[in-house]
T-cell receptor, first 110, second 112 residues
Framework: LAKTTQPISMDSYEGQEVNITCSHN???????ITWYQQFPSQGPRFIIQ???TKVTNEVASLFIPADRKSSTLSLPRVSLSDTAVYYC???????????FGTGTQLKVEL | DAGVTQSPTHLIKTRGQQVTLRCSPI?????VSWYQQVLGQGPQFIFQ???????GRGNFPDRFSARQFPNYSSELNVNALLLGDSALYLC???????????FGNGTRLTVT
């Protein structure tokens, strides 16, 4: 299993763009990168998944460089409601047996 | 559409007792997974079921067991409860074993 490393916490202000970078140095050829968001006392919520280059959806973008040893989740114009824990995960073959780390606690302030 | 529903939402048990947690997946989802989340940590994988068969098991003792029913709902059973079993137990469903997971809001189990 590819191990991921991400910052423990980040602070931001409303309206700013937030970029959370995750390292996964031993990612394998058939591994995918996925991100989940979790609010207190709720289950994680799927944000985005990608294999290479850039993926964008209505809430976030995921940037993956050519070597795929890292990835960056980009949240445009965050609001207070984006305060949550964000998990970076690597999935073998796109399967969904998830191995969570401790995630990044994002705090958004006014 | 209803999301993943779990019952009960909260539960208090005594050491040594047994507990059954229930999960109803999103309609049309055939895969159900169970996760344990201890306070301050990320969720840890316990089981995955697909089409009523076990497709994966995490590093949990045999006191933990699960099953999936013909309607794709699932139960997680924990026997001989320990204080360390106190956690948020999350159920997640997906259409298949390689689709993103949809989590419920969990059952908060407290063992005293």
């Amino acid at each position: 299993l590819a191990k991921t490393t991400q910052p423990i916490s980040m602070d931001s202000y409303e309206g700013q763009e937030v970029n959370i970078t995750c390292s996964h140095n031993n990612i394998a050829t058939n591994d995918y990168i996925t991100w989940y968001q979790q609010f207190p006392s709720q289950g994680p919520r799927f944000i985005i998944q990608g294999y290479k280059t850039k993926v964008t959806n209505e809430v976030a973008s995921l940037f993956i460089p050519a070597d795929r040893k890292s990835s960056t989740l980009s949240l445009p114009r965050v609001s207070l409601s984006d305060t949550a824990v964000y998990y970076c995960l690597v999935l073998t073959g796109g399967g969904n047996k998830l191995t969570f780390g401790t995630g990044t606690q994002l705090k958004v302030e006014l | 559409d209803a999301g993943v529903t779990q019952s009960p939402t909260h539960l208090i048990k005594t050491r040594g007792q047994q507990v059954t947690l229930r999960c109803s997946p999103i309609s049309g989802h055939k895969s159900v997974s169970w996760y344990q989340q201890v306070l301050g940590q990320g969720p840890q994988f316990i089981f995955q079921y697909y089409e009523k068969e076990e497709r994966g098991r995490g590093n949990f003792p045999d006191r933990f067991s699960a099953r999936q029913f013909p309607n794709y709902s699932s139960e997680l059973n924990v026997n001989a409860l320990l204080l360390g079993d106190s956690a948020l137990y999350l159920c997640a469903s997906s259409p298949s074993v390689d689709s993103p997971l949809h989590f419920g809001n969990g059952t908060r189990l407290t063992v005293t």
